[in-house]
């Protein structure tokens, strides 16, 4: 039983190494595995909770909890509509009744090709560029009906490959803490002495640091 | 550090205007996200300034600041930082970058444009407070700002701010990027924590009221807003003095608000404080300049989704949270939604219920059951599918989940008195309540547009069989 | 969770509807009220459990200084100066509200549901609700029910999503395999895809769901509440002694339910206690006499009492007899049966151990500890079976302990427990090596000896000799003299039977022969002067013929007794065999008489837990056919051999126990047996008021037996060709209570020998193989599973599962069980 191939596998550990309890690692992990295959699989859920120190029923429970999290295989583009006041006062319901209209389903399905799944999102931030939608998490901004039928013309042309990742991938940037710039993260329950610099004050050197 | 694939387009929404400029003054460039920048302006002197005052002395310029929390509440911050109880280690920081609030954009562009700014303003809340780990949570949807904020911390890190020693003192501390997956709750602060230990996001029970009692594993752990923490930098830099320059004394220094809906120029705008009225802020002609179509204003949300409304009569109401809340609703998260004369209440009501009782965590049964319960009516009432008595059952439902007066704006042409906002509640945290307050303030100020909807009469009930009639 | 026994604590001045009430520092609103008599409802709270303030039904008004205000008082800890209003009308709104929101989602289908009757959503909507829904809305829809374990049904419909059962799986059992899934109006409880709600505890969760969401498949459409006759009893599957109302109707048993016992249960049950009762109405229970047909050995013929009585009593007179058993027994059953062996039959050979205990003697006069000692210890020293699955309840409360840090569990075992991901340290233990590891892990922290320490001992593997423990025991009194022992012997009434005297060694009352004798000549007329064997001495004395009539009361040696090569010679080796019990098991259809026994909740009497607590049995239905109690048994033999026990009812026995029996003359009066006996309304008190005067007033009233550990032994080394067995009981396994329960025999596994993955791919095997286990008993077949908790040289066995026993391989003269295995 192995989900994750070696890069991600590592990459899991190293992200569970960096909270205190490895738990706290449940999302983060949840987000590698839909990264990795799109969805979350069975598999997926039952190594993850080997990795927190959980059970295969409080991954599914705290993943379904979320709504990014997928359960079933999703469209390689999921288009999120924002439908919540912002947006809807200036045409969202317009723009989600079109959408389902052009790629003949329903929001919450997904197109017998495979390629799209469309929701109705709810308030996605950018409520000053009414109606918006995401795809794959990445924004546009202001768009028409016609942007929207431009947008899925370019999709299945494969035009916005470098724009837009496939569903799963989130920040296509990862953070890597240094080894040797890592302060490290340590059960609260072995740690319960302050901070160095709050007993003795801080102590700059004269010349500074940084770069 | 470059980015994979081609550039990400700039975040647009804001509008430069002639305030100063306090957390937004690097959005204009087009590498403001990158150390480079942010160095060539002023970066990263706060904390070596707060370095040098010592960790008491930093939190001490905080609270003289009264920095009050932008996420929602308007806590001021340093008194937060003091609610730590004394001799209780490790303490943790969290940063709430989970802006969700319907109308709220501004710690998204806080995080995508200038990330360094707010790495920096954790670094100075960490040192000042004992934090011995900061947990960045952005928001699951917010790729980009995920992106901008983990590329800005591998420079941070590789460049020594952040980590061990930074600066080359004896301050070390690790800064984690941790992103959700789409929750609203989660916002909430107990439920962002419980998010954080990879919990389903359901809010605590309060007592405690605050996490710095206990928060993440049981320890004490300052929440803070992004926008709160984005100004700390600034305040390192001039000193808590010139930052009570500007604004009030109780709500001092500037503030984003995004204004969406139906004005000419809907877009962020860094504003002062306090003294901004909401008449400056839509019809000014620096910054929304009046209604689309020179429309007439019906209404808006000063605050959030979660506010109650205001019209025209409160317009010249400033943005000061006390007066907003005596008024019958709250500044919250610095969103305005503003609703032309053209706009359909009950169907803007709807979305707003509907918005809150879908993100119900689930907790609560007034809020499990009686958000969805709302929405059902009020859907039956848009659609025309709604009786005589269902008006009443939405406010009954909704006194169930909000028991005694409810706020509401006061207003003399309309009759109304203020009932001073926050309201009482049967739940743990504000969505139960919110999914009601739409429903409360829409059918307050202008039932009529729902009786108008009204097409069925209730089922009479069958007399006595054999009585009289 | 909020322990009911708020012992020394400081009182709070709070009103309730203007009445001032009592209450204590830190207790929550809701408890408070409650105990006041002041009952405010509620769906989620759990006086067990942390409130978590979900389904706000508990909303009351309170004013704490700042005004009235509703809160929730699962979640309000009593402050001096409260002001409470349960009856205002804003509370009564608040809980009407709640009522219909809980109501909106809610099928209604009371008619087919089995908590109707006893729902607290049918009776609080009745007390505190609305009267009329106004929901017109299609309801929320699942399918219902679906099964989410072997044993649990889950109706999702029904459910008001309390958190009561996830919270029970996760903070209480630790077994969090089922959970909230999805959000909002969608939340649902669910276990994972496949991985079914397999806890030993799951029970629980149907009990104190609020409403009929969950149910259990033994219960299910079986009786509706009001048909239910109920009485309070002592669970008796193992001997934590868990509080336990036993429910039947038309005579039948249908259900168990907890009580909360604060010193022992908290209100939990194990499933197997909880659903055991299926066996004591098992239609393969005993219901006749039988004797061996004479012209087949194999079989057995029903018969009528006069002649098994009578050819049971040819076989005890003037023969050389060993009892075997007892531990199924009642207080006053074992009392009358030690009685019968020392003044009728006049024989010390009686032991209600099976060769798989301790020495009674150490246990008798070991400084005893609670379990709530141990539960609040510095630390408590594990050195014993796997609680989890020989006392589950124990292990609930230690694991409960532990995780509140409220204790710190140390345990030295030869091979992982239920307790090793609780415990503070675990250490690995050679089998054989018990004393010298327990030895080496107070040398390596000292800080282990000081403080409160509670140990737990018992025997955690049955392929080593129990020498091992007493070393071990003896290391610890040297080394840790203040330290107090809760002993973890399993079967039900085991402590019960060595306080009454089934021991070689012991006279009733924990006092040894040579001490006691005086006492009991003079209470008894007569004690044996032989010394007596105990069942491994008796059944080496049976194999070579020195005893004639072996009784099995209520035992089973062929699966019990950890030897089955010894247990077959020496049944081969006796002319005649007496069984007495409830079932014909193995070792029964081996007898040439059978007693058939009444059995659980088909007589009344007391019991004793493994801390001493003497708790009372009730009585509710009738024994099948024409079963006896086994006092009675015991009396009618006595009278066919001539004596006379002067025992004519249970309540004799108690009176008689109270006086004769030296460690319970002055029991506080919660041991006392007669208190609950009266307490309890049940069994058949004697009725004859007459003033107990003791017996033997003139003499000193023996002192309880001391006991010396014995000396370290050598350790002998290791053969460093073979692996070392270890021998341990799972919950579930062929003895009768789980086997004669259909609804949870299944879930007994069936045998085989876990062993070490890297051992296995040593002899190139894989899982499910087959192996040849070969000891210096003999050579059988097993498949393997492979178990990387395990060390290596070390291999682990069942003792009785479905398949083959350990016992084929164990030879109770060795020190340790060394085995081969070989490939078929």
Request: charge should be negative; include cysteine.
């Amino acid at each position: 039983m192995s989900f994750f191939n070696d890069e991600n596998r590592k990459l899991a550990d190293e992200i569970v190494a960096r909270y205190p309890r490895r738990r706290s690692a449940m999302i983060p992990l949840l987000h590698l595995a839909q990264e990795q295959a799109g969805w979350i699989t069975q598999d997926a859920m039952q190594e993850i909770a080997s990795l927190v120190d959980s059970t295969p029923a409080e991954v599914l429970g705290t993943g379904s909890f979320y709504e990014m999290f997928k359960f079933h295989e999703v469209g390689k583009y999921v288009i999120n509509i924002c439908g919540t006041m912002s947006c809807q006062l200036l045409g969202a319901d317009d723009l989600i009744h079109h959408a389902e209209e052009r790629l003949g389903v329903k929001a919450g399905g997904t197109t017998s090709d495979g390629m799209f799944t469309l929701e109705r999102a709810e308030c996605q931030a950018a409520c000053t560029e009414a109606p918006t939608l995401q795809i794959n998490y990445r924004y546009k901004y202001r768009v028409s009906t016609t942007d929207f039928d431009r947008l899925v013309d370019q999709l299945a042309a494969g035009a916005l490959v470098d724009e837009i990742p496939q569903h799963g991938v989130l920040a296509r940037v990862r953070q890597s803490i240094p080894t040797d710039r890592s302060v490290g993260a340590a059960d609260p329950a072995d740690e319960n002495e302050p901070p160095v610099w709050m007993i003795s004050g801080a102590q700059l050197r004269p010349e500074g640091g940084g770069a | 550090m470059t980015l994979r694939g081609t550039p990400i387009a700039r975040a647009p929404g804001f509008i430069a205007n002639d305030t100063p400029r306090i957390v937004t003054s690097r959005f204009e460039y087009d590498d403001s996200y990158s150390l480079d920048r942010y160095l060539a302006t002023g970066g990263y002197e706060g904390i070596r300034a707060a370095l040098a005052l010592g960790p008491e002395a930093t939190h001490g310029e905080v609270r003289d600041a009264t920095l009050l929390g932008r996420g929602g509440a308007g806590f001021p911050a340093g008194v937060k930082w003091g609610f730590c109880p004394p001799g209780v280690w490790p303490r943790y920081l969290v940063v709430n970058g989970d802006e969700s609030e319907p109308g709220t954009y501004k710690d998204r562009l806080l995080m995508e444009l200038d990330p360094h700014q707010l790495i920096e303003g954790c670094l100075i809340a960490c040192y000042a407070v004992g934090l011995s780990q900061c947990f960045l949570y952005v928001r699951g949807e917010m790729a980009v700002a995920q992106e901008r904020v983990a590329a800005a911390l591998n420079e941070a890190y590789a460049a020594g701010y952040v980590g061990k020693n930074i600066l080359g003192s004896n301050f070390s501390v690790d800064i984690v990027l941790h992103w959700g997956a789409g929750a609203y709750v989660v916002g909430e602060e107990t439920a962002l924590i419980e998010s954080l230990e990879g919990n389903r996001g359901m809010p605590r029970l309060k007592p405690p009221y605050f996490p710095a009692a206990v928060g993440l594993y049981g320890m004490p752990t300052i929440v803070n807003n992004v926008e709160t923490l984005a100004n700390l930098p600034w305040i390192m830099n001039n000193g808590a003095a010139a930052f009570t320059q500007i604004g009030t004394e109780s709500s001092p220094g500037t503030r984003m608000v995004a204004v969406s809906g139906h004005v000419k120029r809907p877009g962020v705008y860094e504003i002062v404080n306090g003294t901004t009225t909401f008449r400056d802020l839509i019809y000014g002609d620096d910054m929304c300049g009046g209604i689309r179509d020179d429309n007439d204003l019906k209404a808006f949300v000063p605050g959030g989704g979660s506010a109650p409304w205001f019209t025209e009569d409160q317009l010249d109401i400033p943005f000061e949270g006390r007066v907003a809340g005596s008024a019958g609703s709250m500044l919250g998260s610095g969103a305005v939604m503003v609703m032309d004369s053209t706009t359909d209440i009950p169907s803007a009501a709807l979305t707003l219920t509907r918005f809150y009782a879908h993100e119900s965590c689930g907790k609560c049964v007034p809020c499990r059951e009686g958000g969805s319960w709302l929405e059902k009516i009020l859907t039956r009432i848009v659609e025309g599918e709604g009786t005589n008595r269902d008006l009443e059952l939405l406010m009954e439902v909704g006194q169930t989940i909000c028991p005694g007066d409810f706020p509401h704006a006061s207003s003399e042409r309309l009759g109304l008195e203020a009932v001073p906002f926050p309201y009482q509640m049967t739940t743990i945290c504000f969505v139960g309540p919110s999914a009601f307050t739409p429903v409360h303030s829409a059918m307050t100020l202008f039932r009529d547009e729902f009786e108008a909807r009204i097409t069925k009469r209730d089922l009479i009930p069958v007399a006595v069989i054999g009585g009289e009639s | 969770m909020t322990d009911v026994n708020q012992s020394a604590s400081s009182t709070v001045a709070v009103t309730i509807n203007g009445v001032d009430i009592d209450a204590h520092q830190g207790e929550l609103l809701i408890a408070a009220a409650e105990r006041n008599g002041v009952y405010i409802p509620r769906f989620c709270y759990h006086p067990r459990m942390d409130p978590v303030g979900m389904c706000r039904q508990c909303l009351v008004e309170v004013d704490t200084g700042r005004g009235m205000a509703l809160q929730p008082s699962c979640m309000l800890t009593v402050s001096d100066g409260m002001q409470v209003d349960t009856e205002s009308e804003k509370t009564k709104r608040a809980q009407e509200g709640m009522l219909e929101l809980l109501l909106v989602n809610h099928p209604l289908d009371c008619p087919v549901c089995d908590k109707g009757g006893e729902c607290p959503l049918q009776d609080q909507t009745l007390a505190f609700g609305p009267g009329e829904s106004r929901m017109v809305e299609e309801k929320r829809h699942y399918e219902k029910p679906i099964p989410i374990s072997d044993i649990v049904f889950l109706d999702r419909e029904r459910c008001v999503l309390c958190d009561r059962c996830t919270r029970f799986a996760k903070d209480v059992a630790g077994d969090p395999l089922i959970s909230f899934m999805q959000r909002g109006n969608e939340t649902q409880v669910l276990t994972f895809p496949d991985d079914p709600f397999n806890s030993y505890f799951s029970g629980n969760t149907v009990q104190i769901c609020p409403v009929g969401a969950l149910t259990a498949k033994p219960y299910r459409f079986r009786a509706r509440p009001w048909d239910l006759e109920e009485v309070e009893s002592t669970c008796t599957t193992c001997s934590v002694g868990c509080g336990v109302a036993v429910q039947a109707s038309r005579n039948e048993l249908l259900r168990y339910q907890g009580v909360d016992v604060d010193e022992v249960n908290h209100g939990w049950l194990c499933d197997k206690g909880r659903f055991d009762f299926e066996s004591v109405s098992s239609a393969e229970r005993l219901r006749t006499p039988m004797l061996k047909n004479p012209d087949d050995a194999a079989e057995l013929v029903g018969t009528e009492w006069n002649s098994a009585l009578n050819a049971a009593a040819d076989a005890l007179r003037d023969r050389s007899v060993g009892i075997i058993g007892g531990a199924r027994l009642t207080n006053e059953d074992a009392y009358a049966w030690s009685k019968f062996a020392r003044t009728v039959v006049g024989t010390n050979n009686i032991d209600a151990q099976l060769a798989d205990g301790l020495d009674a003697t150490m246990i008798a006069s070991l400084p005893k500890a609670t379990i709530h000692d141990a539960c609040s210890a510095d630390t408590v020293l594990l050195i014993g079976p796997d609680l989890k699955e020989e006392l589950p309840v124990l292990f609930l409360r230690l694991r409960g302990a532990a995780e509140k840090r409220m204790t710190k569990i140390v345990e030295i075992t030869t091979a992982p427990t239920g307790l090793t991901r609780y415990a503070a340290e675990s250490h690995t233990s050679t089998p054989g090596a018990l004393a010298h590891d327990v030895s080496n892990v107070l040398d390596a922290d000292p800080s282990l000896t000081t403080g409160r320490v509670v140990v737990i001992v018992g025997r955690a593997n049955l392929a080593a000799s129990p020498s091992e423990v007493e070393e071990a025991v003896g290391v610890l009194q040297r080394r840790i003299p203040a330290a107090t022992y809760l002993p973890a012997l399993r079967r039900g009434n085991v402590m019960g039977a060595i306080d009454m005297g089934l021991t070689p060694d012991l006279l009733p009352g924990r006092v040894s022969l040579e001490v006691g004798r005086e006492w009991f000549e003079n209470a008894w007329g007569t004690v044996p002067d032989a010394a007596g064997l105990d069942t491994a001495g008796m059944l080496e004395a049976a194999s070579a013929g020195r005893i004639d009539t072996l009784v099995l009361l209520g035992a089973d040696p062929i699966v019990d007794v950890p030897d089955r090569d010894l247990v077959e010679r020496a049944l081969a080796g006796v002319s005649t065999i007496v069984a007495v019990d409830n079932f014909a098991t193995t070792s029964v259809r081996r007898a040439d008489i059978v007693l058939p026994a009444s059995g659980y909740a088909e007589k009344g009497g007391t019991t004793t837990n493994i801390e001493g607590r003497v708790s009372a049995l009730g009585q509710l239905v009738t024994p099948p056919g024409t079963a006896r109690a086994d006092w009675m048994i015991a009396a009618e033999l006595a009278y066919r051999l001539g004596g006379d026990l002067g025992l004519e009812s249970v309540g004799d026995i108690a009176a008689e126990i109270a006086t004769v029996v030296p460690s319970h003359l002055a029991p506080t009066p919660e041991l006392s047996p007669e208190t609950l006996l009266e307490e309890s309304d049940v069994g058949d008190t004697s009725d004859d008021d007459d003033e107990q005067v003791p017996v033997v007033p003139s003499i000193d009233v023996p002192a309880p037996a001391g006991w010396v550990a014995p000396a370290m032994s050598e350790m002998k080394p290791a053969d460093s060709y073979a692996l070392r067995l270890v021998a341990r009981r799972s919950l579930y396994d062929a003895a009768t209570a789980t086997a004669m329960s259909p609804s949870i025999a299944h879930l007994a596994e069936s045998a085989a020998i876990r062993i070490h993955s890297s051992e296995l791919a040593r002899l190139g095997l894989t899982a499910g193989d087959h192996v040849n286990v070969t000891s210096s008993k003999t050579t059988i077949a097993i498949p393997v599973a492979p178990d990387d908790s395990i060390s290596r040289g070390v291999v682990v066995m069942g003792v009785n599962q479905p398949g083959v026993g350990a016992g084929e391989l164990i030879d109770l003269r060795s020190a340790v069980t060394e085995i081969q295995l070989e490939t078929r």
